[in-house]
């Protein structure tokens, strides 16, 4: 796991760190990183909830397993998020 440099940077190895973390595959420290990032991260809580809804429909926690067009989705909408939050200001 690469060292996280900015908050930025980190929110675009969420989406996959989101699928580790749910599925408890994430390393003990990476975790804790991740969860002291979603405290000051609402974009990403938001896409963790997302991602968690996305689940409980699809049943599956691993992206591999969904179908593309749903990984894309969740890709864009965090895409999405990161530049609404970054035009706010
Ligand atoms: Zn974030």
């Not at 900015?6 to 760190?17: G, H, I, V, Y």
């Not at 989101?18 to 990032?37: K, M, N, P």
């Not at 974009?43 to 591999?64: M, N, P, Q, W």
């Amino acid at each position: 796991m690469p060292k996280v440099e900015s908050d930025k940077e980190f929110c675009e190895q969420a989406t996959r760190l989101v699928t580790d973390y749910l599925s408890g595959d994430l390393d003990r420290q990476t975790a804790e990183i991740f969860e002291a990032h979603l405290k000051q991260c609402p974009d990403c809580v938001s896409f963790l909830e997302t991602y968690k809804g996305a689940i409980r429909a699809g049943k599956s926690l691993d992206f591999a397993d969904l179908p593309v067009s749903m990984e894309t989705r969740l890709r864009e909408f965090f895409k999405e998020r990161i530049k609404l939050g970054r035009t706010k200001k």
